[in-house]
């Protein structure tokens, strides 16, 4: 089992930058690939960023070139560096793992609550 909580959501201005963490507790981190979602008002979950046991990383299209994701597996941390933020991008963010290579919404094992963010000028 892995337990995820979230952290570092907030108010951002457009085109500001915000860091969202995810601290890791239970099972060994190193066993998962990491993923962050996020969810807007009104609309489906959709995956952000995924970042895979070591093989390499994954960035949807909306994001690519603004986000970066990274993790420490001592510290069993994982972070989203959101950078250029834009009024699409708020929403709840989640942070999610699975066994498996890839990073989709309905075949994550394990989810945390999610951490706000808000994009307003």
């Known amino acids: 089992q892995l337990q995820l909580v979230e952290s570092g959501g907030g108010l951002v201005h457009p085109g500001g930058s915000l860091r969202l963490s995810c601290a890791a507790s239970?099972?060994?981190?190193?066993?998962?690939?990491m993923g962050w979602f996020r969810q807007a008002l009104g609309k489906e979950r959709e995956e952000v960023a995924c970042?895979?046991?070591?093989?390499?990383?994954t960035y949807e299209d909306p994001v690519k070139g603004r986000f970066t994701v990274s993790r420490d597996d001592l510290k069993k941390m994982v972070f989203l560096q959101m950078n250029s933020v834009k009024p699409e991008d708020a929403g709840v963010y989640y942070c999610?793992?699975?066994?498996?290579?890839?990073?989709?919404?309905?075949?994550?094992?394990?989810w945390g609550k999610g951490t706000l963010v808000t994009v307003s000028s």
């Open positions: 239970g099972d060994a981190m190193t066993n998962y690939a």
């Open positions: 999610a793992a699975t066994v498996r290579f890839y990073c989709e919404p309905d075949t994550m094992d394990h």
């Open positions: 970042i895979h046991n070591g093989v390499g990383i």
